[in-house]
């Protein structure tokens, strides 16, 4: 496993991610949670990120049991705030009252004392950006909060944010999450230029495309049983607007380039992402170890030029490019 520097920060993380957004608490069992957290981590996965609002903020508490007995200094935790997280009109957003009750929540169930990074998990229209970013301040001066990012704002909210931050001295975002993939590089136009410029690096969610980049769905065909399209938790919605047939037709014609570099197609998408010179690392989830030892596979490769371009001749006609598709939903609607 290979680590990269976070944004202009002296911090490393793994460039392979352990997520649970969809899985823990939710598709997976805690027992087979803990096993999957604990195969990351011997694999050599250091950094492993979550939200407070995953499964109904179940996800968090089963990834504090499944570090318990792991030396903290040994790994990088990673949580947002953003989503309803209760049936109060506070309990969502960006407020300094939510920010603060939403840490010291997510504290508790993490079983930890601290977290590497806290990010606003999207961008916040009603709450001002100055309290935003000041609440998140106090944070990283209390102790409870080492590094600040930030996840699908768009260049104009990162750009804003960061003229606030120097001017009033607050420590700054080191980092940036957005939806990135073969399929899906909304980020590649505006978000990525000026965040390479400012010292922010990408820690990107959905390499394979909600699964889609794995192949194993066919064109014409129903979905498999137990897949996520047709998980009514959550993962079948996420999944739709992938499942058309002129990019399941693409996706199958990439069957030969990955065979061509000996890589899976998950994996050809997962080492795709880590081409670019931006990103620190790619978050990848699983309910089972033997989907953790597969992708992590990824780790390290580095694709010729010739392959990069073939991708793009494969798949050009079915890349989602648009800036304006990296929106920020109101909490509160």
Not at 31 to 41: Q, S
Not at 77 to 100: A, E, F, Q, V
Not at 164 to 176: A, L, N, T, V
Not at 270 to 290: E, M, R
Request: proline share 5%; glycine share 8%; net charge positive.
């Amino acid at each position: 496993m290979e680590h990269r520097r976070l944004g202009s920060s002296g911090m490393y993380v793994s460039e392979i991610t352990y997520g649970n957004w969809l899985t823990h608490g939710s598709q997976v069992e805690a027992d087979a949670a803990i096993k999957c957290v604990r195969t990351a981590l011997d694999l050599g996965i250091t950094t492993l990120d979550t939200a407070d609002m995953y499964a109904g903020t179940r996800a968090e508490t089963v990834l504090g049991k499944a570090l318990k007995g792991v030396r903290r200094e040994s790994y990088e935790l990673l949580t947002k705030t953003y989503w309803p997280t209760g049936t109060g009109k506070n309990d969502r957003g960006l407020s300094r009252k939510h920010i603060m009750e939403s840490c010291n929540a997510s504290l508790k169930r993490l079983k930890t004392d601290y977290v590497d990074l806290y990010q606003a998990h999207r961008f916040d229209v009603e709450t001002p950006l100055e309290e935003t970013l000041g609440a998140f301040d106090d944070l990283i001066r209390s102790g409870k909060v080492l590094y600040i990012g930030f996840s699908e704002w768009n260049a104009q909210q990162i750009a804003a944010a960061l003229k606030i931050q120097d001017e009033k001295g607050y420590y700054r975002f080191i980092s940036s999450q957005p939806q990135y993939s073969m399929l899906w590089r909304v980020i590649e136009g505006e978000v990525v230029p000026l965040c390479k410029n400012e010292g922010i690096s990408q820690i990107v969610w959905s390499p394979i495309a909600q699964g889609v980049l794995t192949g194993k769905y066919l064109p014409g065909q129903k979905a498999p049983a137990g897949s996520r399209a047709t998980d009514k938790k959550g993962g079948a919605n996420m999944i739709s607007p992938f499942m058309t047939e002129p990019i399941l037709n693409a996706v199958q014609k990439l069957q030969p380039i990955a065979k061509k570099v000996d890589l899976t197609l998950a994996q050809l998408a997962i080492a795709w992402v880590l081409q670019n010179p931006n990103l620190s690392s790619a978050i990848i989830g699983a309910t089972k170890p033997a989907q953790i030892k597969e992708n992590i596979k990824a780790a390290g490769v580095k694709l010729d030029k010739s392959i990069i371009d073939e991708i793009d001749l494969v798949i050009g006609g079915v890349v989602e490019r648009d800036p304006a598709k990296n929106v920020s939903p109101n909490p509160r609607a």
